[in-house]
């Protein structure tokens, strides 16, 4: 796949003595992706991939929904090898397919919240999260591509 070998290149080649820095960039590149990037349009992430719900997550999406934590576990989740909670499938049961909306976006889980994890420091720990979203996910190539145009310098 072209976008992820040419990722994988630049996390391959690349030398990062300032780590703190890098962080920044990306969390500055993911509020500016944010402001070009219709997330409404694309929706993709909660078209094609499942979403992990913790057990506080649970309680709060429950609890908008006025159902209980078990109801909600057996209509909606399911409990992977790991012994996480995800969706059962995609598209997300809670995303309004005709206009892209989250029907739960006010007790969305902390998963969504944090989505695509571009802002969070030390961005270099999740090189394989990055690159598996960048097939997808607009925000994440625009992050990557600053960070490829910012930190040049190879080993
Ligand atoms: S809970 Fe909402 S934000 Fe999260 S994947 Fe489902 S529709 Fe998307
Ligand atoms: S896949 Fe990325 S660009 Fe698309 S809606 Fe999700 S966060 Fe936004």
Known sequence: ???????QAWFDAVEITDKTALDELAAAATVSAYQKIDCLACAK??????????????????KGLSIST????????????????????VPCPFL?????KCKIYEN?????????????????????????????????TYVLDTLKTNFTKTR
């Open 1 to 7: 796949m072209k976008i992820k070998n040419e990722y």
């Open 108 to 140: 969305r889980p902390h998963a969504c919240r944090s989505f695509p994890h571009t802002q969070k420091d030390h961005f270099l720990t999740r090189k394989r999260v990055h690159l598996e979203n960048a097939k997808f996910c607009g925000v994440t």
């Open 45 to 62: 992430c909660c078209l094609t991939t499942v979403t992990t719900f913790t057990e506080s997550d649970i309680q709060r999406a429950s």
């Open 70 to 89: 078990k109801n909600f576990k057996k209509l909606y989740l399911f409990m992977d090898l790991d012994g996480n909670y995800t969706t059962q499938n």
């Open 96 to 100: 309004n397919l005709t206009d892209h």
